[in-house]
């Protein structure tokens, strides 16, 4: 058995926020996936499996509408989403 040091990053693509930061982006660093209308917003990932998702002057937020359900957070909150869920289970 051998090791060999790799200089290479990682990203836990588990969280939203990674998959912000390994995604192609627009030219206002937008992750749009879906049926978007983004109007003077920066840094957004926002993806949408059915609704039309519109965001007017806000920046730096993650957005995922599916399967009936919406979510909207800051980036860099992605690791709440545990709690979110749980939260929502309990209703």
């Known amino acids: 058995?051998?090791?060999?040091?790799?200089?290479m990053g990682w990203s836990d693509v588990g969280v939203?926020?990674?998959?912000?930061?390994?995604?192609?982006?627009?030219?206002?660093g937008n992750v749009l996936r879906g049926e978007i209308f983004a109007m003077g917003t920066t840094?957004?990932?926002v993806h949408s499996d059915g609704p039309?998702?519109?965001?007017?002057?806000?920046?730096?937020?993650i957005v995922v509408a599916t399967n009936g359900d919406i979510m909207i957070l800051r980036?860099?909150?992605s690791q709440k989403v545990?709690?979110?869920?749980?939260?929502?289970?309990?209703k």
């Open 1 to 7: 058995m051998a090791c060999v040091p790799v200089p």
């Open 16 to 28: 939203w926020d990674s998959l912000h930061d390994i995604s192609e982006k627009d030219e206002a």
């Open 43 to 45: 840094g957004c990932l």
């Open 52 to 61: 039309r998702v519109a965001l007017v002057d806000v920046d730096d937020l």
């Open 75 to 77: 980036r860099g909150d």
């Open 82 to 90: 545990r709690r979110i869920t749980d939260a929502l289970k309990g």
